[in-house]
């Protein structure tokens, strides 16, 4: 008789025949382990399996796309996936090795109503886990992983006949053919191409290529020990890098991409890294010129310039303030059929007639080309100049326990909640609204705001803050807001700090 996952350890024979599953590992908006520590192969399969079950019961066609990073183990990771799909009777389409946007891409190439990308996206080696959907261009949301892990961790999973497997080969020219299409470059530009050695280097270069676009290798041999840096373009060290490069080549601009390719991270020609939702601004700007009118989703992390920019009120912009996560971006962008959404993460979500709907990092690169050869005046330091000033910090997130966190969070929001209503000020200011649709954004009266939430894929809080007057504001908010953060014993220290 098979022990149930929960009694399953490394190095036990259960180990090699049972499946061991953390129940951590489902998150909002898709699945993320730490290999083989809280999940092991034959729990991968259970996994699978799980995956092709839902597909059946919620009458999804059983035929499924399944890609893999660029990382020593996610092939394994992939086939014992595969082995659980097709134990549920799922036709699989085994595109190989692929970023998480060619998976999605596959959907459509492919005419598949579903998609499981095993990656661990930005996480570093040692991680997996698995990107998945059943609607095109959506990935599971909070309801379908809820469900998918009732499925797998109670044994609910049903085998079936009919499951047979496929590699499709093909996708990735077919991929690179979509973004790029008849575009090519009538201004000369030079663009650092960043990929920490992971999985964007076997596509960005060749995409700049094709585009006519002069690249500055930037750490694009694959290899998955990631020997320079882990390949995440929101961390100041991949930032840092790629900014040095822009000035000791003299290029234009540096694009970053992450592990698997959703995201994109921007330095300009002076070697100053814009945050991804400045660059949203910028791209809102020459997509509401050619789109009056049109409605931008931006997570609740980003810059509060979708709402007051003037150049986005002048051209009738309506901005959408949303929950941060890939899933719930995408879901929102498409309920209220908005051209695009941005998330500070790096993750952006152009609709059509501009991309697919979903999240991919090399579709930002062109649209950031493109932008460029319809303004050959200007410098991508020019546009960032172009916006209005905020001072805003990166990304901090302090450590919170996975089992912890949102226990820990729903503390703190009914602490600031409190601190609101009882007229305190944050940073000398008052509190003009704190909006909890994904933890709580505290809004002071002249719009600086300090944001508190709880990480969906890591076991962290997620702090971020901006001012419109000062650096001293800014730190000021953030002093303030983790006065209230510091009264919750179990949150440590940060990753990084103002």
Request: with cysteine.
């Amino acid at each position: 008789m098979h022990q149930p996952f929960s009694t399953v350890s490394e190095n036990t024979w259960s180990f090699l025949r049972d499946a061991m599953i953390a129940p951590t590992g489902f998150r909002e908006y898709d699945a993320r382990w730490k290999y083989p520590q809280e999940i092991n192969l034959p729990g991968i399969t259970a996994l699978g399996l799980g995956i092709g079950t839902q597909m059946h019961r919620r009458g999804i066609k059983p035929v499924i796309a399944v890609g893999n990073d660029y990382r020593d183990y996610s092939l394994s990771i992939k086939n014992a996936l595969i082995i659980g799909l097709m134990q549920a009777g799922i036709h699989v389409k085994d595109i190989g090795p692929a970023l998480s946007p060619m998976a999605y891409f596959a959907q459509f190439h492919l005419d598949v109503p579903a998609v499981a990308m095993v990656t661990a996206s930005h996480n570093p080696n040692g991680w997996t886990g698995v990107k998945m959907g059943f609607e095109r261009p959506l990935t599971h949301g909070p309801e379908e992983m809820g469900e998918l892990k009732y499925i797998v961790l109670n044994g609910k999973g049903k085998p079936a006949s009919g499951g047979a497997y496929e590699f499709v080969d093909g996708v990735k020219d077919a991929y690179l053919d979509d973004l790029v299409r008849d575009f090519r470059m009538s201004r000369r530009l030079k663009i650092v191409c960043a990929t920490g050695n992971g999985t964007a280097g076997a596509f960005a270069p060749e995409l700049f290529e094709r585009m006519g676009v002069e690249v500055v290798a930037s750490h694009n041999t694959l290899d998955y020990t990631f020997p320079n840096y882990n390949p995440n373009p929101e961390a100041m060290e991949m930032l840092h890098d790629m900014a040095a490069t822009v000035k000791e080549s003299g290029a234009d601009l540096a694009l970053g991409f992450d592990g698997d390719g959703d995201r994109c991270g921007v330095v300009d020609n002076e070697g100053e890294e814009i945050f991804a939702d400045k660059v949203g601004v910028i791209l809102a700007r020459s997509l509401s010129k050619k789109y009056p009118n049109a409605t931008f989703v931006a997570d609740v992390k980003s810059t509060g310039l979708f709402a007051s920019d003037p150049a986005l009120q002048k051209n009738g912009v309506k901005a959408d303030y949303w929950k941060t996560g890939h899933s719930h971006m995408k879901r929102r962008v498409k309920e209220i059929g908005a051209l695009a959404g941005f998330e500070k993460s790096g993750h952006y979500f152009l609709s059509e007639p501009v991309g697919r709907g979903y999240d991919c990092g090399l579709r930002v690169a062109v649209e950031i080309c493109k932008l460029l050869d319809e303004n050959p005046d200007k410098s991508m330091a020019d546009l960032r100049r172009d916006l209005p000033v905020t001072y805003s910090s990166p990304t901090m997130s302090p450590y919170c326990a996975d089992d912890e966190k949102y226990d820990v969070l729903d503390r703190i929001v009914e602490k600031i909640q409190v601190h609101a209503a009882d007229g305190k000020l944050i940073a000398g200011r008052s509190i003009a609204q704190v909006v909890t649709v994904n933890g709580a954004r505290i809004i002071l009266d002249n719009g600086a705001w300090g944001l508190v939430r709880a990480s969906s894929n890591t076991p962290n809080l997620v702090v971020v803050c901006e001012s419109p007057e000062s650096a001293a504001e800014l730190k000021a908010v953030f002093n303030d807001l983790d006065g209230i953060i510091r009264t919750e014993p179990s949150v440590g220290a940060y990753d990084q700090t103002l």
